[in-house]
Each structure stands twice: as C-alpha cells, then as structure tokens.
C-alpha cells in the first residue's frame, strides 16, 4: 500500500466520519422539532377531539329532530283520525296511539333541547381550545422555522458529502477499498489508525511488533492490526505533534499534582509540628506542689528553706518545747 493510497484512505475515513456526524446531527434535529412540535401537537389532538365529538353530538341532534317532527306529523294525523272515529272502541283505540305518541314526542323534545345544549357549550370549549391551539402555534413558530432551515441546510450537506465520498472512492483501488469498507461495516467508527509514537496501534493501543512496525513505515503491503483488526499507518506530521501537545498537557498536570501534593504535606508538616509544641507545653507544667511559693532565709553559710503556709511536725513542736523546758530548769538549778 503506497502513501498515496495510505492518504486516500484517510481521508475517505474522515469523510465517512463526517457523513455519520451530518446523519446524526439530522436525527437529533427530529428530536428538537418533536420537542417543539409537542405541546401544539396535543393541543391540535385536543380541538380535533373536540371537533369530532360536536359533530357526533349535531348528527345526533339533527337525527332527534327528525323523530320529533315525525312525531308531531304523526300525532297531527290521530287528531284528524279522532275526529272520525265511528264508534267507542275505535275511539279509545286511537286515544290510546295518541297519547303513547304524545308522551314520545315529549320525550324527544327533551332530548332535542339537551342535545342543543351540549352543542353549544362544546361549541364554546372548541373555540378556547383553538385560541390556545393558535397561540402555542405563534409561539413556537419562529423556533421551529428555524429548526426546519437548519435541518434542511444539514440534509443538503450530507447529500454533498455523500456525492463527494462516492467520487472520491472511485479513484482508490477497488480491493483495498473493499477491505476498509468490510472493517467500516463492521466497527462503524475507525478503519484506518495511525501508529503512536511507542509502536502501538492508535485505535486499540496494543504493541505492535517491530517487524511489523518496520513494514508498516517502509513496506508497500497493507498491514493490519492484530487487536482489532484495523488498518495501520505511519505517524504523521500532524499525528507526532497533537502526541507531544498532549504529551506536554500530561506532563504539566503531573508536575500541577506535585505541586499540590507538596503544599498538602507542608500543611500536614505545620499541623503536626504545632500539635507537637501543644503537648510539650503542657508537660511543662507544674504541678500543684511544685507551684507552692517557697521562702528562703540564709543564716550564715547555712541556707534553709520552709514552705509557706505548711505547718511544721507535731514532733517537732514538741521536741522544741520540751528543750526550751530543760534549759530553765537547768539554769535554775545552777543559780541555786
């Protein structure tokens, strides 16, 4: 497989990716309109409703009051049939048709004037529902107008690209052609990757070969990858440098991590060195007996000191006493 076909191949992927982007951006224009399209949907669903059941309703009105006139003409003719009856029996024969005859007309008329009624507060529900229909209809108009141009100019691009696609995949030869349009069937994304600057294939990232790699730069034949199957080709100019900017994306939020990782440990450091200084100072402390005031008093070279507020031996209070005792008593007795 020369460059040239190489080149060809891409550039046929990249106008069959393009083609699939227009066809989706279409699909999503159908969803945009049966958005917009669906409260004015409903709203015309609710007057045909309506406009359907006011019709029902007038056909049944009108077949009711064709019984009611029937029955007037029938009831019309009883009286000028009363009026030459012969005998009594004939007489109440006909009384009674009349009456039953009476008594449905009337029953008729009621169902006549309900019928009317119903008409006219249908009539007055179908006319709000078609203000609203007509209001939402001004309302999304514009945007839906808008919609249909921006669907319709999508429909004429992809018509192009599909034109352009055709004669372009002409001038490639028609096995090779096959091959990438068999892996294209299938996939539907990629059949054609580049290989990353580490010798890996660009769509699945497995290692290829170097054998392989060497065929792929410098051969001639068309070589596939073995992880999935697509056709592989050199890096190229534009290919090596989106790999370094990402390269250098990547390196960059790695030091960023450092960074941060850093000042998260210096903190960390400050807590720990402060809590350290916390505990020290309250070993520091002394204790109640050793927070006593003392008094010191230097009698020659003889330093002796006495706690405040802390009373001396019983023993020895005793003992001092009892010295002093001895003393006069043997002062006394030299004096004698």
Do not use: W
């Not at 015309?44 to 064709?66: C, M, P, S, T, Y």
């Not at 090779?176 to 299938?186: D, K, L, T, V, W």
């Not at 250098?248 to 991590?257: K, P, V």
Request: aromatic share 2%; glycine share 6%.
């Amino acid at each position: 497989m020369t460059s040239q076909t190489r080149a060809s191949l891409k550039e046929l992927q990249e106008l069959d990716q393009e083609i699939v982007q227009v066809r989706s951006t279409i699909q999503n224009f159908e969803v945009l309109l049966e958005e917009v399209d669906g409260p004015v949907l409903r709203s015309e669903q609710d007057v045909k409703g309506l406009q359907k059941r006011l019709q029902e309703i007038k056909l049944a009105a009108n077949k009711k009051e064709l019984d009611v006139e029937e029955k007037r003409i029938r009831s019309k003719k009883l009286q000028e049939r009363m009026e030459g009856v012969r005998n009594v029996r004939e007489e109440a024969a006909v009384h009674a048709e009349l009456e039953m005859v009476r008594r449905a007309l009337e029953t008729d008329e009621q169902e006549a004037l309900s019928l009317l009624d119903q008409i006219g507060r249908m009539e007055e529900r179908l006319g709000e529902e078609e203000l609203v229909y007509q209001e939402a209809l001004t309302e999304i108009e514009p945007r839906r107008v808008e919609l249909t141009q921006e669907r319709q100019g999508a429909e004429n691009l992809l018509e192009e690209l599909e034109g352009k696609r055709g004669a372009f995949a002409e001038g490639i030869d028609p096995k090779e052609r096959r091959i990438y349009e068999n892996i294209m069937a299938g996939s539907g994304e990629v059949a054609v990757s580049e290989l990353t600057q580490d010798g890996a294939c660009g769509n699945c990232f497995s290692l290829v070969p170097l054998q392989i790699q060497n065929e792929i730069r410098h051969g001639s034949e068309m070589m596939r990858c073995e992880g999935c199957g697509v056709i592989l080709t050199p890096e190229s100019a534009e290919g090596i440098a989106r790999a370094e900017v990402e390269n250098t994306r990547i390196s960059d939020a790695l030091r960023a991590t450092e960074a941060e990782r850093a000042v998260i440990a210096e903190s960390i450091a400050i807590e720990e060195a402060e809590e350290t200084l916390v505990v020290e100072a309250g070993e520091a402390m002394p204790t109640e007996e050793e927070a006593e005031p003392e008094v010191v008093s230097e009698a020659g070279s003889e330093t002796s000191t006495l706690k405040v507020d802390e009373d001396p031996p019983l023993s020895e209070v005793d003992g001092s006493d009892r010295s002093g005792d001895d003393e006069t008593m043997d002062g006394e007795a030299t004096d004698v």
